[in-house]
């Protein structure tokens, strides 16, 4: 370890350490820790010479222990790591994992107490957390707030959504510290859920300095604990971890020892850093699922977007089961005939998923519960092993398995996440007996009957309890409205997607502005993959439930880049069959786009505008580049450099066609093939809200 890196500097006549500093490996980053005359422990950050954070309070407080103040230094660990990894699925084959850490281990006296907080510093930003280790004293402690600061030095740009404790699907607002009020003002309050009042925003959050410098805050690891939202002062541009409480008003219940989730900060003066960023997953531990080898990356289609838009289907087999709330006998009721999970319609999806080589079938509104489920009144139970009368799943397990196609089960839970973890072994076996590996799970709604909310402790523990007992029935997941994922999909690799944002289904009810696809690669999905639904081919919606119309915020051309734009292992194609069938051309991308990749590289990147990126497909030397723009037009400049040098390549290009536009003419596209050589730039016009997708092949 080279000595230079760390530096112990002794106060004048204090005999005390006081003061700690560490760099990152490539010097670009300085942390500074130091206790103030309070005993407070306190870091600082500083980039390229410039501060980032300034002096920021540390510490957490508990009913039982004081861990804020009254602390000195007793003494100070270092460490420098340079490894790699490889993970199961993902943006690279490998992974970097090097940082130089520093473990400041504090005590107090009266009352006797410990606390280690542990800092590593990579070359792309920060992570600390909190080490409770077993003391002297009380060993459970009720935890009431994280004091952590982060005390930003100007009136920085925030791309932000507002603080709410149920939900995270919202649009983001492009603001400042001194705007945010205004911006966090204008949001509409969900019904269900909980927003906080005051100040507050949510993590992943991304801030931008006047000079250039992009920083994402948020966590990783997040286990035991509950997630992080950012109390913000628009006048001092600081924020403060505000952790979300239980109805009772208590964050956590912790039994020593114990770690907190990591505190994240990724930096850097270049935008496309921060997208190929690993820091998040660096900072989960490795796997815990010994062999893998079940865990397989998928593309799938569904029984789903026809109960969104259309003719009003539903999830529901009956419309007079509310009427009927005693009859627990679902062959007595009367079917509406607006059930698309019945069997002629999920085998007209088998069939469809054959014929194009997409894995699975996701099938929605199959099992019993459903007639008031948006309700909330909770007058039905979900059940997980009891198909609806019109859902023949025995003949749709065998149908599926002789076209060689997999099932993926849905359990929609209505919030009722109590009742679901008591059924949980029974659904999870009924799905093994049945030939299904894999789960699209939903909260949707106020967690009953616990009153426990979307993102607080318990919930926390019970998103990933539901993906480590999945793993002991080698089944995979996708969980919606569940916590805001941290990186815990390197832990738990079955774990392969997340929704936990606002997704492609809200372009059936208000739309996604084509700004929205643009930051969520810089936001949300630096916890993990996003669920987010790319595929969408007829892009004029009637609304959810309103009978109205509108114009979802993309081009036809624009769905296929976000398969590049937004990485998932498990990706679907969300359109109906139909609209695919409309234009096969154009679908030939989406059954060629592989979810799997062995190397990534972000060629240009701006939060909110543009994104393009080039991946190298997993099993095979193609590369796939997708780009994308927000509501301007723009040409994206596509630099070759990374094609291997001596090959000739032909590139298939899938584009909007001139004259389109995402409000008057998105289904405008075009493909060409052309010849193209490594280190060339290409020169790709998008259209407003448009996008343009490439598959590069070797010819020879
Ligand atoms: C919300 C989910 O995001 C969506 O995908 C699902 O279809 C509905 N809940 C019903 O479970
Ligand atoms: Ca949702």
């Not at 707030?145 to 959504?161: G, V």
């Not at 894995?359 to 519960?369: H, P, Q, S």
């Not at 299904?436 to 009953?448: H, L, N, P, R, S």
């Not at 009957?449 to 607080?456: A, F, I, K, L, Q």
Request: hydrophobic letters at 35%.
């Amino acid at each position: 370890m080279k000595k230079t890196l760390f530096s112990l500097f002794m106060l004048a006549g204090v005999m005390e350490m006081m003061a700690v500093s560490i760099t990152s490996p490539n010097g670009a980053l300085l942390l500074n820790v130091n206790v103030n005359a309070q005993g407070t422990p306190e870091y600082s950050l500083d980039y390229k010479g410039k501060p980032i954070v300034k002096d920021s309070k540390l510490g957490i407080m508990t009913q039982e222990l004081p861990l804020t103040e009254g602390f000195h230094i007793v003494s100070t660990d270092t460490l420098s790591v340079d490894r790699t990894w490889e993970p199961v699925w993902g943006e690279y084959s490998e992974v970097r994992d090097h940082f130089n850490e520093l473990a400041v281990k504090l005590a107090a006296e009266n009352p006797q107490r410990e606390l280690t907080i542990r800092f590593r510093v990579f070359d792309d930003g920060l992570g600390f957390r909190y080490e409770l280790p077993v003391q002297d004293g009380p060993n459970y402690l009720t935890v009431t707030d994280e004091l952590t600061e982060f005390n930003y030095t100007d009136n920085h740009k925030l791309f932000a959504i507002p603080g709410d404790y149920d939900t995270d699907e919202y649009l983001w607002s492009e603001t400042t510290f001194e705007e945010l009020p205004e911006a966090m003002a204008s949001y509409a309050r969900h019904s269900e859920a909980q927003r906080v009042d005051g100040l507050t925003v949510q993590t992943p959050l991304l801030l931008k300095t006047k000079d250039g410098v992009y920083v994402n805050a948020h966590e990783a690891a997040l286990i035991g604990y509950p997630a992080m939202l950012l109390d913000v002062d628009p006048q001092t541009y600081s924020m403060k971890s505000h952790l979300v409480p239980d109805r009772l008003g208590v964050s956590a219940y912790l039994q020593m020892p114990f770690n907190t989730p990591w505190r994240t900060l990724i930096v850097s003066d270049d935008a496309r850093d921060i997208l190929a960023s690993q820091l998040i997953l660096n900072l989960n531990e490795p796997s815990k699922i010994e062999d893998t080898s079940w865990i397989k990356p998928m593309k799938f289609v569904g029984v789903w977007w026809e109960m969104f838009t259309g003719n009003q289907k539903t999830w529901a087999y009956s419309d007079d089961h509310l009427a009927k709330p005693g009859v627990t006998d679902y062959t007595k009721l009367t079917p509406n005939g607006r059930h698309p999970a019945n069997t002629e319609n999920v085998k007209r999806y088998i069939d469809f998923a054959a014929a194009n080589g997409i894995d699975g079938v996701l099938v929605e509104g199959w099992n019993e519960g459903w007639e008031d489920w948006a309700s909330y009144r909770k007058n039905r139970q979900f059940l997980f092993d009891k198909p609806y009368p019109d859902f023949d799943l025995p003949y749709l397990r065998d149908y599926a398995a002789e076209k060689g196609v997999k099932l993926i089960m849905h359990h929609e839970t209505a919030a009722n996440a109590a009742d679901y973890a008591l059924q949980l072994d029974r659904a999870f076996q009924f799905m093994k007996d049945n030939n299904y590996d894999a789960v699209k799970t939903g909260y949707v709604g106020a967690i009953i009957p616990r009153s426990e909310h979307h993102t607080s402790q318990w919930m926390v523990d019970h998103a990933r309890d539901v993906a480590e007992r999945a793993a002991e029935y080698q089944i995979m997941v996708d969980s919606h409205e569940a916590p805001r994922p941290t990186g815990l999909c390197r832990t738990y690799p079955n774990w392969l997607a997340q929704e936990s944002a606002r997704g492609g289904e809200f372009e059936s009810m208000g739309g996604n502005p084509p700004s929205h696809t643009c930051i969520l690669p810089f936001t949300r999905l630096k916890g993990g993959p996003m669920d987010y639904t790319p595929g969408l081919f007829e892009t004029r919606l009637s609304y959810y439930g309103e009978g109205k119309t509108g114009q979802a915020g993309t081009t036809l051309a624009r769905q296929l880049a976000l398969y590049l734009t937004m990485p998932s292992p498990m990706q679907m194609a969300c359109d109906l069959p139909e609209n695919y069938e409309r234009f096969p051309d154009a679908f030939q991308f989406i059954k060629d786009v592989p979810v799997d990749w062995s190397d990534s590289k972000y060629l240009e990147a701006e939060p909110n505008q543009y994104i393009t990126v080039a991946r190298r497909d997993k099993h095979s030397d193609d590369w796939y580049v997708g780009a994308i723009t927000d509501d301007k037009a723009r040409t994206a400049t596509i630099d070759l450099s990374f094609l291997p040098r001596g090959g000739k390549y032909e590139a298939t290009i899938y584009e909007d066609a001139p004259g389109a536009d995402w409000k008057s003419n998105p289904q405008a596209y075009r493909i060409r093939t052309v010849k193209v050589k490594p280190g060339q730039k290409l020169k790709q016009p998008l259209a407003p809200g448009g996008g343009a997708a490439i598959r590069i092949q070797r010819v020879s």
